[in-house]
């Protein structure tokens, strides 16, 4: 007969929560162990080897000791007294592990033992989870039980990925065990929480979504449990024939010039005008989406049949929007998606909905109004409807503001030299390709003044060497749209121009030179390492060759060429060495947006003529150039200011 084969136990299932099973034996033994007994005695005089397999040998035995004796420390750290975690954590402090006496064992057990009782939603989750769990858990705020179901339950299938090193294996098995403690915890996990992704498939199918008036339509608290509204983006959204507009008050009896049957025809229609500006369609399609669903769900009437007093009942609702509205940011497919965002501190309550409603501000209100009475007036003129209500509301009030750029995360000149110089370093280390490509974005922005859309969009066979440059002072010049579709052409500086050639070599493609009137094509800026998300292989699909090297270059888009700056800029706030906390904070504090700022700001202190400046960042008026210019007036004068304060301070001493 054969030997049973032995089992590493790296190749075990990784158990994430604390074993709660102990015996009186174990405990007796682990007693001896404290009082520096020999394993293999302790295994011989307590255990027998044929029912306990880790007394079968020393290894084992003392492997299974001190893996008890970590659970019982980390029960007392949570539940016992505070003279005993202090010692404890002295004692590990200065041995690396606790050394425990008869009396500090004692209590050590009495803890553990007491703790031994029913997890509760306020039970710390170290009292639950292994240490390692723990602390990564309580890196996203997540001090208590009942917090991490309702984490669970307000990220979905999804929840996992913003905690560091729990992946989709131990998160699943964490799911199982609160799904095992429902009953003692008095708490549900949402069915939809341990959902496994597919390859290629979305977790929910992008089936049509039939939403209906909800027989709350207040929102407020009720003697049974509010339940989850059930919404759906405009895409995916179905709306009952009552509610259609099929038959609305408000339909329009002439010849109608589009060819629609209800609101959702009429909407899409409308939309339709935007297909080829992206920016303006997906935010006309918030605005538009959170409308109709506000029309049919809260209001229980057709966009069609809606008159003046719903119009300021919405106008009313933009500035304190339903809970059930509201929920932090999720895929359109997903069930969880609501129409509004929930600011990254709000929180949710047990039934999953938002505790707390996102606040827009009034320009974000009038901004709202002002797309709706265009959309409404366009139906008007295509003779879709009769009318336009939002004509007799007026517009949210909002104060006018003396500056209409933020432009305070700027860098100062020393800041943004010290960047520099960090990024080519960094960029030249070997294997280094996320450094090159987030030089070569940050100095495109930085010194040519881009938007982060700008650069997002930018093309090789747009850039070409200028008509005024020399030998000693090379010019190259970009050709971009920008906003409100307006075409200019800027500069882009020798530095600009090596970070991108080292960025074209780490995707293997040759950047060379205009020859014959025929440049290399293609983004300027492109992911060298592909995400193996359902999204990004979508946009990047492989090519003929099969590699991710040869993909379809489809580039950067605004949002992910925001986060891999912000994620890289993290980094260098964390290693960056010569950096003061002030530079650290201002650091801390850019975004991708902060180095068009730069831009402006250096140039003006420079002395750049402003209109030069303005023809480079592509600004319509002059006034919101000079913006740059008040702010290096402002920083002139806050220097002067020290500088008397210091002679303030010498002549008093």
């Known amino acids: 007969m054969a030997e049973p084969r032995s089992v590493s136990p790296d190749t075990l299932p990784e158990k994430l929560t604390l074993e709660r099973g ?21 295994a011989r005089t307590y255990y027998d080897p044929d029912e306990d397999p880790h007394a079968a040998t020393s290894v084992a035995m003392g492997r299974h000791l001190n893996r008890m004796l970590d659970t019982l420390v980390q029960l007392a750290l949570a539940h016992g007294s505070k003279a005993l ?37 306020d039970h710390p989750i170290g009292a639950w989870l292994r240490p390692r769990v723990t602390r990564r858990l309580k890196g996203e705020g997540i001090a208590t039980l009942g917090e991490l179901v309702a984490f669970c339950n307000r990220r979905g299938a999804s929840w996992w990925r913003s905690i560091p090193r729990i992946g989709r294996g131990r998160a699943r098995a964490i799911v199982s065990w609160l799904r095992r403690q429902q009953t003692a915890l008095g708490l549900t996990v949402d069915a939809d929480v341990d959902s496994v992704e597919q390859d290629c498939l979305p977790l929910v199918v992008a089936e049509l979504v039939e939403v209906v008036p ?42 109608c010039y589009i060819q629609a049957k209800h609101d959702l025809d009429a909407v899409r229609a409308y939309l339709n005008r935007y297909r080829d500006q992206p920016k303006t369609l997906r935010a006309y399609t918030k605005e ?63 039934d999953g909905s938002a505790s707390r409603s996102a606040t827009l501000s009034p320009d974000s209100q009038r901004y709202a109004v002002r797309a709706l009475r265009a959309a409404f007036t366009w139906w008007v003129d295509v003779r879709y409807l009769a009318g336009n209500p939002w004509k007799a509301v007026n517009d949210p009030v909002v104060v006018k503001r003396a500056c209409v750029m933020k432009i305070e995360r700027a860098l100062p ?29 940050i100095l495109l922005m930085g010194d040519s003044g881009l938007r982060r859309e700008e650069a997002a969009i930018a093309r090789r066979e747009n850039l070409s060497p200028s008509f005024y440059g020399t030998l000693e002072r090379p010019v190259w010049e970009l050709t971009i749209v920008g906003k409100g ?39 300027l800026l492109a992911p060298v390492i592909i995400p193996s998300t359902d999204a990004s292989r979508r946009r990047h699909r492989k090519g003929r060759g099969g ?31 010569a950096l003061s906390l002030d530079e650290r904070m201002r ?30 960042l592509g600004h319509a008026s002059l006034q919101t150039t000079t913006i740059y210019v008040q702010a290096e007036k402002k920083r002139m004068l806050e220097e002067i200011a020290g500088y008397y304060s210091r002679l303030q301070t010498l002549d008093d001493i």
């Open 214 to 255: 909800d027989s709350n339509p207040s929102g407020q608290a009720t003697d049974r449990p509010t339940r989850r509204l059930t919404l759906a983006p405009l895409e995916r959204l179905s709306v009952p024939h009552a509610l259609s507009g099929a038959n609305g008050e408000n339909r329009s009896t002439a010849f």
């Open 22 to 42: 102990y015996t009186s034996k174990d405990f007796t033994a682990l007693r001896a162990y404290v009082q520096r007994i020999p394993p293999a005695v302790i």
């Open 485 to 523: 579709q307006r075409e200019r052409t800027v500069p882009v500086s020798a530095a600009t121009l090596v970070a991108l050639r080292a960025h074209w070599a780490d995707r293997r493609k040759v950047f060379g030179a205009v020859e014959d009137g025929n440049p290399p094509s293609g983004p």
């Open 85 to 121: 975690a202090d010692y404890l954590r002295a004692s590990i402090r200065k041995h690396g592990q606790p050394k425990l006496t008869a009396v500090t064992f004692r209590m050590v057990t009495e803890a553990a033992q007491l703790a031994a009782m029913p997890p509760h939603p």
């Open 288 to 350: 538009l989406e959170r409308f109709l669903l506000w029309a049919v769900v809260l209001r229980g009437k057709a966009l069609s049949d809606l008159r003046v007093d719903d119009c300021e009942a919405y106008k009313d609702f933009l500035k304190s929007p339903d809970p059930r509205f509201v929920g932090e940011r999720f895929a359109r497919h997903s069930p969880r998606w609501r129409p509004f965002a929930l600011p990254k501190s709000g929180t949710s309550g047990a």
């Open 547 to 577: 590699s991710a090297l040869h993909a379809n270059e489809a580039g950067y888009t605004a949002d992910g060429l925001n986060r891999l700056i912000g994620r890289m800029l993290n980094e260098l706030v964390e290693t960056m060495n």
């Open 413 to 441: 000149a020393d800041l943004w030299r010290k960047l520099r110089d960090e990024l080519d370093a960094r960029s030249a280390e070997e294997g280094a390709r996320q450094w090159r490509a987030v030089r070569a974005a």
């Open 587 to 616: 650091l801390g504090r850019a975004n991708a947006h902060a180095f068009r700022h730069t831009f402006g700001t250096q140039s003006v202190a420079e002395e750049v003529p402003v209109d030069v400046v303005q023809k480079v």
